[in-house]
Structures are given as structure tokens and as C-alpha cells.
T-cell receptor, first 113, second 114 residues
Framework: DQQVKQNSPSLSVQEGRISILNCDYT??????FLWYKKYPAEGPTFLIS?????DKNEDGRFTVFLNKSAKHLSLHIVPSQPGDSAVYFC????????????FGQGTRLTINP | NAGVTQTPKFRILKIGQSMTLQCTQD?????MYWYRQDPGMGLKLIYY???????DKGEVPNGYNVSRSTTEDFPLRLELAAPSQTSVYFC?????????????FGNGTRLTVT
């Protein structure tokens, strides 16, 4: 029962272009969505989040869009830089309780020079 | 500025052995978590704690135990290691439970059970 799905295991983008990472979810009880970035041999680091009452949140080069009717969110990175090459995890939070996040499988983003 | 520190970084166990994965944080966070990540999969919550003396099960708690005697430390115990517990284990902490209080992760412990 995969409540959060990232259907693209990998994505390759040219430096300077836009990277779009997608995430789908099934549980309408999720109230917060987060993106984490992970480099090899390191733990995930928080990138950006969005509340379920919003449809867009922007932080510098990173923008997250939420479409509640489609149960879909996406992360846009513009412009893409070589340092953005990493695995990106989408995560969703259940409304009640502590920060019990449900993670997607991750998408490996490679930025080509 | 250590953040969340996990030890050891790597460990190989034989089936049936036991071990404790250590986790400590210096941010005075009340909330702490243990996740495991299997290859090609997302992170799954094993146990979490909302404060010293309080722990609760996550999505995949079987085969593990935890304790939280101090705010800083949240060790994870494997009593009878099984090959299914081969994974990368991440400890994390957060300031509060809110969605805009992100988790801070350690760098992980890679465990192999053979």
C-alpha cells in the first residue's frame, strides 16, 4: 500500500534548464507535504514544504505545486545546477500525531553540464 | 554544530546476533525518529518518541526496540538480527510536531545481516 508514489526512478536534465519532479499520493488525510534531498552517504536534508491549504510555495530556485483534486504535487527547480544532482524524496504528513512522514521511493536527478 | 549523530556508520551482523544503533542530537529537540531505507524504496518509520520516557511504534516496528531516557539520545536495539533487517537506518529529530518543523537526519548506519 504505497500511499506516496514517485513514479520516475530517475531524471536527467541539462544544466540551466528546468527540472520537474513529480509525486502522487492517495491519502486525503495528509495535511503537509515536504521535499527532501539526499546525497550519497548522507542523510536526507529538508528542501521545501507546502501546507495542504496552499497550492504553491516558492523558495529561491525551488517551487512546489500542489493539486489536491488530482492528489499530485511537483517540485520545480529553475535553473538546474550541477549541485542539484541528488535523490529527491517526496514526503507527506498524517494530520494527527508527531511528524510521522510517509515517503515516496525517491527520484534520482542528474544535472548534465 | 553536530546536529544528529549516528554510530556506527557500517556494521555486519550474523543472523541471531544483537546490536544497538546509537543516535544522539544536540539541538534540544523533543521529537526523535528511527527510519529504515531499503534499496529503491522510501524511508519507513520504525519507532518515534515525543519526549524523554515516551516512545511509540511506527509503520515497521517488529524486530526492534527503543528507549528514550534523555532528550539527547534515542538508541535502536535489534535483538535477533534477521536478513530482512539489512537496510540503511536513519535517525532524525524535529523541534515540534508541526508540518513546517522539518526533520533533521543523521548520516545513517548501513547494516548488513548475513
Amino acid at each position: 500500500d504505497q500511499q506516496v508514489k514517485q513514479n520516475s526512478p530517475s531524471l536527467s536534465v541539462q544544466e540551466g534548464r528546468i527540472s520537474i519532479l513529480n509525486c502522487d499520493y492517495t491519502n486525503s488525510m495528509f495535511d503537509y507535504f515536504l521535499w527532501y534531498k539526499k546525497y550519497p552517504a548522507e542523510g536526507p536534508t529538508f528542501l521545501i514544504s507546502i501546507s495542504s491549504i496552499k497550492d504553491k510555495n516558492e523558495d529561491g530556485r525551488f517551487t512546489v505545486f500542489l493539486n489536491k483534486s488530482a492528489k499530485h504535487l511537483s517540485l520545480h527547480i529553475v535553473p538546474s545546477q550541477p549541485g542539484d544532482s541528488a535523490v529527491y524524496f517526496c514526503a507527506a504528513r498524517i494530520i494527527q500525531g508527531a511528524q510521522k512522514l510517509v515517503f515516496g521511493q525517491g527520484t534520482r536527478l542528474t544535472i548534465n553540464p | 554544530n553536530a546536529g544528529v549523530t549516528q554510530t556506527p556508520k557500517f556494521r555486519i551482523l550474523k543472523i541471531g546476533q544483537s546490536m544497538t544503533l546509537q543516535c544522539t542530537q544536540d539541538m534540544n529537540h523533543n521529537y526523535m525518529y528511527w527510519y529504515r531505507q531499503d534499496p529503491g524504496m522510501g524511508l519507513k518509520l520504525i519507532y518515534y518518541s515525543v519526549g524523554a520516557g515516551i516512545t511509540d511504534k511506527g509503520e515497521v516496528p517488529n524486530g526492534y526496540n527503543v528507549s528514550r531516557s534523555t532528550t539527547e539520545d534515542f538508541p535502536l536495539r535489534l535483538e535477533l538480527a534477521a536478513p530482512s533487517q539489512t537496510s540503511v537506518y536513519f535517525c532524525a529529530s524535529s523541534y515540534r510536531a508541526g508540518g513546517n518543523s522539518p526533520l533533521h537526519f543523521g548520516n545513517g548506519t548501513r547494516l548488513t545481516v548475513t
